[in-house]
């Protein structure tokens, strides 16, 4: 299960190094005004399919897809954001 959000950045992260053209992933990559705009969009979306009891586990996967590109958009690498819940651990 955590495999999958593990390949995730690492394409986030290759795709950052090696670009291909026309790809949405690197599209989101490199206009990070868009990748917020999505991760908003996308939040949104899933509050609206959890009110309605409707298609809230694709919306979630949207978030979580889209979240991870606007992180790696920002420099923001995983590996501090799961320091930061440790550290938060009571």
Do not use: C, Q
């Amino acid at each position: 299960m955590l495999s999958t959000l593990e390949n995730l950045f690492n394409l986030a992260r290759e795709r950052k190094k090696t670009p291909i053209d026309g790809s949405y992933t690197n599209k989101l990559l490199g206009d990070k005004i868009l990748s917020k705009e999505k991760v908003l969009e996308e939040i949104g979306e899933l509050v609206e399919a959890v009110e309605k009891n409707s298609n809230k586990i694709h919306e979630a996967a949207d978030v979580f897809y889209h979240l991870i590109m606007y992180l790696e958009a920002n420099d923001i690498k995983i590996e501090d954001v799961m320091n930061e819940l440790n550290k938060r651990k009571k």
